[in-house]
């Protein structure tokens, strides 16, 4: 196992620095950026993909719970082979759960697919779907809020973790 050890206080003291480190142009500072940035992209997708997983089979979590189907729908889905009410909302090839499923970290964020949207500007992170269906099912079954703010702070909190450890270098 490979592990190492920052004080509480030196913690500290980097986390005060990390708005400073996020604004500079050298190779450690945007690899530490990239890092936090990338792992901040990826529990976005993977928050993203464990809400619609869970409610595509008829959970709820902090955003509800989908609409059931109609009894219509419900009929044509088992004559395509559906067998049960809990796998059928918006899972018919499951392309549009897995345009969420979460990429990888590696120097910045590693789209899992090329359906994902992953915009960064230095004012915006836009992140989503291309999907040819993620409009028309998010009209009728909400994917994701409209601002995310729990989400986007564990997100953040997530980075933050995951550069602690490489703040050191950046004395």
Same mark, same amino acid.
């Given at each position: 196992?490979?592990?190492?050890?920052?004080? $509480?206080?030196?913690?500290?003291?980097?986390?005060?620095?990390?708005?400073?480190?996020?604004?500079?142009?050298? !190779?450690?500072?945007?690899?530490?950026?990239?890092?936090? @940035?990338?792992? /901040?992209?990826?529990?976005?997708?993977?928050?993203?993909?464990? !809400? $619609?997983?869970?409610?595509?089979?008829?959970?709820?979590?902090?955003?509800?719970? @989908?609409?059931?189907?109609?009894?219509?729908? /419900?009929?044509?889905?088992?004559?395509?082979? $559906?067998?049960?009410?809990?796998? *059928?909302?918006?899972? +018919?090839?499951?392309?549009?759960?897995?345009?969420?499923?979460?990429?990888?970290? !590696?120097?910045?964020?590693?789209?899992?697919?090329?359906?994902?949207? /992953?915009?960064?500007? +230095? @004012?915006?992170?836009?992140?989503?779907?291309?999907?040819?269906?993620?409009?028309?099912?998010?009209? *009728?079954?909400?994917?994701?809020?409209? /601002?995310?703010?729990? @989400?986007?702070?564990?997100?953040?909190?997530?980075?933050?973790?995951?550069?602690?450890?490489?703040?050191?270098?950046?004395?």
């Amino acid at each position: 196992m490979v592990s190492t050890t920052v004080s $509480y206080q030196a913690a500290m003291e980097y986390i005060q620095r990390i708005p400073e480190i996020l604004g500079r142009k050298d !190779s450690k500072s945007q690899f530490v950026q990239a890092v936090f @940035w990338g792992t /901040v992209v990826r529990e976005m997708f993977r928050k993203m993909h464990r !809400s $619609y997983d869970l409610r595509s089979k008829g959970g709820a979590d902090e955003l509800g719970k @989908w609409r059931k189907l109609k009894p219509r729908t /419900v009929a044509i889905k088992k004559r395509l082979g $559906y067998k049960s009410t809990a796998d *059928l909302i918006n899972v +018919r090839t499951k392309s549009l759960l897995n345009s969420y499923r979460p990429g990888r970290v !590696s120097n910045g964020y590693i789209p899992a697919n090329a359906h994902q949207l /992953v915009e960064m500007t +230095r @004012w915006r992170v836009t992140l989503g779907t291309k999907h040819k269906h993620a409009d028309a099912v998010n009209k *009728l079954r909400t994917i994701f809020p409209d /601002v995310p703010t729990r @989400w986007v702070v564990e997100a953040i909190e997530s980075g933050l973790r995951a550069v602690v450890p490489l703040l050191g270098s950046l004395r």
